[in-house]
């Protein structure tokens, strides 16, 4: 059985989610030159997986078809996995995937290293054949028989030297890129109050320990804010309680030029639970947001759209968001989506990604400009409008005091973590840059003026704001 992956998600995107393919304000264009390769990958085993070395220099990859009755799968640039039951292996079962990726072709003095592994059950093979321009030359094919236990031991390691790409001239694509105000966010809580601070889940305070509702507050921590070279908040909306908080803010923003969205928290309580994501209670939920903030002159607005970012958005599978965006959109209620996470596939119906966890990463560097790479590159094999990238980084992180939590640390070490995640982030090339967070206290990654720190988280972001703005 043939299953078309990425003609499937293609479709998804024409019925539901890449409407929006006209040139939208603020958007210039890149031509990028790039070797085809085509990779088909097939196994009789219960497990196979591909490891691909020198994985930065693909700029885009793509499924362009499953094949047998595959259990599960992924395709992702430096791996690459197939999965089916061990019965059906042993009946002598085949399943594969054929995938195309996109080369740098900075790339062609160099070699890519491949990496086969695979259970000791029958074989795995794989086929590298360049479709560059019509080309459809195979330069390598490999089988694996391997049976050894150890799956460490149990692989077949080939380089496929690139060199040879040169007699092969290169495809070109004309790649849209946003061209918007850099901004600077923070992602903002508002459910504090006197029974909140006297839980003992924390290491520091603010100086002045308050109730988020007050209009005098949240006018203190916008100005605060904004003096820091923060652009605008993101306020984590969890439902109608916080409606008056939300239409505070977007009015005293207003008076000081100053931006807010709303961030939709909707999916944290059943991924702690694990039920099921109600669709239609998120399809009621956006509705609702975009409904009450839309019209603020104060709510931040892409291509004519409110801005949402959706926290665990991989919580609810695509075709189900593009069903949901189809619907709010039928309605004249359409808005600018991000997605949480550095899944480019999520790119098919959002709008742009947000890596909100850089601080769990064991190298965010890394990860912040590989998914920037391929969130730029991303319509080499999409037909789409440009996406945005807005990575957030931390001044640290400590929930070790949280009852719920298994304890998670990340030590600020006097500001330079804070410093060396913000450099990632520039380094990246990013479009925004998120502050997680002005105030969340019980995970201890605020930058709002502390008794411990006073206003030197302050100080250090608005150091770090002006020399990234400066930048060309």
């Not at 995107?13 to 264009?29: P, V, Y």
């Not at 909306?237 to 207003?254: E, F, N, R, S």
Request: net charge negative; glycine share 6%; with cysteine.
């Amino acid at each position: 059985m043939r299953i078309p992956g990425f003609r499937y998600l293609f479709i998804i995107a024409l019925i539901f989610g890449l409407h929006n393919l006209e040139a939208i304000s603020g958007e210039k264009s890149e031509t990028v030159s790039y070797y085809r390769l085509r990779l088909d990958f097939s196994t009789t085993s219960n497990g196979s997986a591909i490891e691909i070395r020198n994985a930065d220099h693909i700029l885009s990859i793509v499924t362009l078809e499953t094949i047998g009755n595959i259990d599960s799968y992924g395709v992702h640039t430096d791996r690459i996995v197939l999965k089916q039951s061990r019965s059906s292996a042993e009946a002598g079962s085949s399943i594969g995937l054929v995938a195309e990726l996109a080369l740098d072709v900075k790339a062609t003095g160099e070699s890519l290293e491949f990496i086969v592994y695979k259970s000791p059950v029958n074989t795995s093979k794989v086929i590298i054949t360049d479709v560059s321009n019509g080309s459809n030359r195979i330069i390598k094919e490999i089988v694996h028989k391997g049976t050894k236990r150890d799956p460490k031991e149990n692989v077949v390691t080939f380089n496929v030297d690139l060199a040879d790409l040169h007699d092969v001239p290169p495809e070109t694509a004309n790649l849209r890129r946003l061209d918007i105000e850099k901004m600077t966010w923070a992602f903002y809580y508002g459910w504090y109050n006197p029974e909140w601070w006297a839980r003992p889940i924390y290491k520091d305070f603010p100086l002045q320990r308050y109730t988020s509702s007050d209009p005098a507050v949240i006018k203190t921590h916008i100005e605060q804010a904004k003096s820091a070279g923060i652009d605008g908040f993101i306020f984590s909306y969890w439902g109608k309680y916080t409606d008056g908080m939300v239409k505070t803010m977007l009015d005293i923003a207003q008076q000081r030029d100053f931006k807010v969205c709303v961030y939709l928290e909707l999916l944290a309580s059943a991924l702690k639970t694990g039920e099921e994501i109600d669709t239609d209670k998120v399809y009621e939920r956006l509705k609702y947001m975009i409904k009450k903030f839309r019209t603020y002159p104060a709510y931040m607005h892409l291509d004519g759209r409110p801005v949402i970012p959706v926290y665990q958005s991989a919580a609810v599978p695509r075709s189900q968001w593009a069903e949901i965006f189809s619907r709010l959109r039928a309605e004249n209620l359409d808005a600018y989506y991000l997605a949480e996470g550095n899944d480019i596939k999520d790119l098919i119906v959002f709008d742009g990604l947000v890596e909100f966890s850089g601080f769990k990463l064991d190298d965010y560097r890394e990860q912040f400009s590989k998914t920037s790479r391929l969130l730029r590159h991303f319509p080499i094999f999409q037909q789409s409008a440009p996406k945005l990238w807005a990575p957030a980084i931390n001044p640290g992180y400590d929930d070790q005091l949280l009852p719920s939590r298994v304890g998670q640390f990340r030590d600020r070490d006097n500001g330079k973590f804070y410093r060396n995640s913000f450099k990632a982030a520039v380094n990246s090339n990013p479009d925004w840059i998120l502050v997680a967070s002005w105030n969340e206290w019980p995970e201890h990654t605020y930058i709002e003026p502390s008794e411990l720190y006073g206003d030197k988280y302050l100080r250090i972001t608005q150091d770090l704001v002006e020399k990234w703005k400066a930048e060309n």
